[in-house]
DNA sequence: CTGAAAGCGCTTACAG
DNA sequence: CTGAAAGCGCTTACAG
């Protein structure tokens, strides 16, 4: 239909048809101040007349050296970054910084293959990027540091001289496994996140828990192993530990599948995100096992759901709007002052809700 | 700690070293087939040992007149927009088709004041705007428009010659209201989104109720009264409705508290998103209100959440993630063949679930 | 397969 | 308050 009309109008042209100089024109967009009102307005109104879409924006930016916009980057494809409730939240705290700011924010998923988010990262025109859930040795972490642009790093493997936002998410897992505990129970199922590049579901055995690389997920395991290293349980016996490959309700239910009918017989679950622990508590419902009687469910987050199921969750409850904002703030602090602020890590609270209870007050599971 | 080190190496700086013209060292980026391999690997060293971060992505916008990135704006701040549980996943469909054609996705929000956005919008980098629940007459769409970009509306007022997304809201809204209907309910409230610009919290009368702008709520609204004026029923004396100022689940809250201590006494409501829905749901467990004995609620949007409640929402279904799978591929159609796609209706559907059924089953809330 | 030339459209000191 | 000049760093035909 329409034909997208080519306009080669610039600067120039409406200069030139006023008798003006181009930096004039330059200023009634950018510098109001710096000419009359009068001069002003008949720039505005030539440049409407003419077609003028103002100042282009790659131009400026290239003049400027700089790109007016900060760069919010996932080792996943985006599709499956918005699967975690908490996501999107965390995004929102980037974005309202970001705003306050007058950044843009771009957003970029990686992909499975790392080299095809790789030109999407290389072209980015951003000033700064913030760097999510990666992982030391992640090739497009590799790109996007060539960059040499400032960067804050969230919940990701640290590196030496960049800072870094992390959730105390051993403390919190650890708190919460403390919770189950002193509630009297002794056999325990987790349920894990992703845990390598190199995704897997089933149970984990020890090699492969002593090979988890990804942040959260080894800091949330070592908590968890704390608290029952420091009772008479032992972590080999008492606990069977269930890596998942998505962190989704289906990964959730199909880990309470194989760690309920494990020869163990836990009485109570330990999951890394409350989408896993949702999934369990299908899981329960659809086999009737009865939540907190029968078994016990604690997840991590507190995303907006939890509070919102029969029965509410019991979980660890991290600040992931807050989270966003910080690491907004951190970037943005890097690109206005030029030094590098420190790191910081945040603290982990747990909520507890109907999805926990003593052990044995029902039958057991099946 | 470290200072951003300065670094004005650039390709013709790799150029000079090896005695080879820029264009080489750009082709050794962008055409790896235009130049011999022992030519390109030998560039890429010299590359990295000078510390060169690879083509400038400013420049190469400018130069290619191509920003490689897709705008998503919203006309409320983006903190606003992430408490909709819709809007990300609508976020996620843009950024899949972005990212399989190899575009960024810049996230602009609009604020309460049009002006602080404006420049926001006025200096972004893309190449085309996807605009979500825009109302014909805001300023920031001025600004937008004036761009001069591709652009899809989605969920917004219509504008001849753009390409737009809607959902059918209203024959989705008829058909919820007739499911109540046919359940025998005779008194209905609803709970309405946000209606103009002139945010407003409260009960609305005639007039009101007839200078809405919002485009998902007019026609939302439109269609539950079709299904009312179908019947003998009249819906000034049958039906109350209400406006919330936001989509939270303290406005469905009070929503319902408003409602249900209104004289028309309503049997049933009818929520224009799941959000409010769920309000009006917790209002009623705290009132000690059965539902759907006493009470039948029935949402909008069938977010993650709907499925998840007790008892679970009956509502409306809309493709969030495909309408913005849609219109990420409609905006990109106009980039990349350069005319205008036609304009697609998406379809609902009613999903009944726990929260509905007949009316009088119970004795009456209150 | 390689190189010289032109120019994308703007903003920024600076001089008047 | 206004204007002339320089240059941001790249890519694209084009000629060889």
Redesign the interface.
Known sequence: ?????K?NITLKDIAKKLGVAASTVSNAYNRPDQLSEALRTKILETAKEL?Y??P???????RR?K???IGVVYPH???Y??TD?VA??T??GI??EA?RA?Y??????G?EDPLEAA??V????VDGFVLQNFDKNDSLLEVIL???L?VVFVESQTRE?FPSITVDDEGGARVAANHLLSLGHKRFGIIALETTHHVREGIMDKARQAGVVHVPTRNRLRGYRRAVDATKLKWDKNVVVYETADNTLGDGYRAAAALLTHPLRPTALLAMSDQLA?GTLRYANDNKINVPKQLSVVGFDDA??AS???PALTTVRQPYVEKGRLAGQLLIA?LKE???PESVVLPTELIVRGSSGKANSGKPAK
């Not at 290389?122 to 025109?125: D, I, S, V, Y």
């Open positions: 239909m329409a034909v997208k009309t306009d077609g879409c103002g282009d924006p790659m131009a400026a930016n290239l050296g790109a007016g916009a494809p985006l599709s970054t918005f409730p999107a939240p995004i929102q974005a309202e705003e007058g843009g924010l771009l957003l970029v998923g992909s030109p999407l290389a072209k980015a025109t060539s960059r040499n400032p001289g949702l907006p759901l919102q199921t029969t890097q030029n030094t590098v």
